[in-house]
Structure formats: structure tokens, C-alpha cells
């Protein structure tokens, strides 16, 4: 079993700063790369930005600049340190990872999400 339990989040207003966390644990043999995704009320879940084990990292045109992904391979975390919101950024934010473990190989799991609501 692999789990991935996400904290941060809440209500900020615009322009103000949130920080997201989320720790996988479970069987696991290694995770590829690691990100976070939203999906607004109406819209379709999009990436917000991911990080591979290499530390590759893929922003979103619309986070880029304002948002930094990192992560910790040591500790099989991945953060997000979103500053500048804008009340577009409001969503549920999930954690995502590609994770083997002894009997999956490069799987995707995902965390139960967390809200950020970004006041006008």
C-alpha cells in the first residue's frame, strides 16, 4: 500500500501566500517524479507543476514565477510554496506522484486533496 497525505492549504487573500506539503509512505521502491494538480469548480484538473528525481521541473504557464515545486527524495516529500495568489488559483490541489513499489512499477497515486481559496 502507498499513501499520500497532503496538509497546507486554506484561505488567503489575493496576494498573500500558502505553502503545500505532501508525504508519500508505503511500500515503496522509488518515485519517479512527484507534483501537484488542481481542478477549479467547472474546469478540468490541470498540472500546476511536478519535479522528477532528478529535480526536472515543469511549471505551469499560468504558476510560473509565483509558485516554486520542490522536494525532498530522502524523505519522499514534495512541497509547494505558492506566493502572489490570485483568486484564479482557487481550487482543490492534489498531490501526485509516480511511485514502484514490489509489485507496481511507475504508478501513479494521488493524495485526497486539499482546498485553497484565494479571496478577491
Known amino acids: 500500500q502507498v499513501h499520500l497525505v497532503e496538509s497546507g492549504g486554506g484561505l488567503v487573500q489575493a496576494g498573500g501566500s500558502l505553502r503545500l506539503s505532501c508525504a508519500a509512505s508505503?511500500?515503496?521502491?522509488?518515485?519517479?517524479?512527484m507534483g501537484w494538480y488542481r481542478k477549479a469548480p467547472g474546469k478540468q484538473r490541470e498540472l500546476v507543476a511536478s519535479?522528477?528525481?532528478?529535480?526536472?521541473?515543469n511549471y505551469a504557464n499560468s504558476v510560473n514565477g509565483r509558485f516554486t515545486i520542490s522536494r525532498d527524495n530522502a524523505k519522499n516529500t514534495v512541497s509547494l510554496q505558492m506566493n502572489s495568489l490570485k483568486p484564479e488559483d482557487t481550487a482543490v490541489y492534489y498531490c501526485?506522484?509516480?511511485?514502484?513499489?514490489?509489485?507496481?512499477?511507475?504508478?501513479?497515486?494521488w493524495g485526497q486533496g486539499t482546498q485553497v481559496t484565494v479571496s478577491s
Open positions: 508505503g511500500n515503496i521502491f522509488s518515485i519517479h517524479s
Open positions: 501526485n506522484a509516480v511511485i514502484s513499489s514490489t509489485f507496481i512499477f511507475e504508478s501513479p497515486f
Open positions: 519535479i522528477t528525481a532528478g529535480g526536472k521541473i
